[in-house]
């Protein structure tokens, strides 16, 4: 019975998911691209382009949702600039903000309840040491919700890079948020010129949420 019920929760939170379509809202100075659901922002010879990623990196949680924006800067200016992660900031149609994440925060949230469990077609581990013979095999070749924690190095590898980003070149990669836009009307992403979000965002990307 147990079991049951946790595969229609899996099943329900999947097809949720599915149903829930994220667009760009049109601004007056963004250009949005259709074809990828994206908005790109020019700022000081940066553009800055933002589209939804995933709604759920971790769909079998029952908390800490993860939502992922994928993000491309490009540096058209003939000096070095920086805009890490932690430069974002997410808030959501009731006006709830969210911080950026780390893909270390990212890897431990989507890891820590999946040592009790086993990957399809079984529901769960009973001993951890099924856990440890498993985790030695070549079990996962999709991004089904246990991807990332038996190839934990895609959360980093995917990740928005952290360094400087040289004149005339660009960088691309995911954002993390700890969110769950499937509950609201609308998120908005900012960016500011600091890591500590104080004063104006350089740029803002706002989406809506389609039920």
Do not use: W
């Amino acid at each position: 019975m147990k079991i049951k019920l946790f595969l229609t929760v899996l099943i329900a939170c999947i097809c949720s998911a599915c149903s829930v379509n994220v667009s760009p809202i049109a601004s007056p100075t963004g250009t949005i691209n259709l074809a990828d659901n994206s908005i790109t922002e020019t700022r000081n010879d940066v553009a800055f382009t933002v589209k939804l990623d995933t709604l759920s990196v971790a769909p079998y949680q029952m908390v800490d949702n993860i939502t992922s924006f994928y993000v491309v800067i490009e540096n058209k200016t003939d000096t070095s600039i920086s805009y890490p992660s932690e430069h974002f900031v997410l808030k959501d149609g009731a006006s709830r903000q969210y911080r950026s994440i780390t893909p270390e925060r990212v890897r431990d949230i989507v890891s820590k309840d999946t040592v009790y469990l086993i990957p399809y077609p079984y529901v769960g581990y009973y001993y951890l040491e099924d856990q440890a013979l498993v985790s030695f095999s070549d079990t996962f070749s999709s991004s089904e919700p246990f991807y990332a924690e038996y190839h934990p190095q895609d959360l980093f590898t995917q990740a928005l890079p952290e360094g400087p980003i040289l004149k005339q070149s660009k960088v691309a990669g995911l954002v993390y948020f700890i969110a769950d836009l499937e509950r609201t009307d609308r998120a908005e992403v900012f960016i500011f010129p600091t890591a500590e979000a104080t004063g104006e965002p350089i740029a803002s990307f706002s989406f809506a949420v389609k039920k």
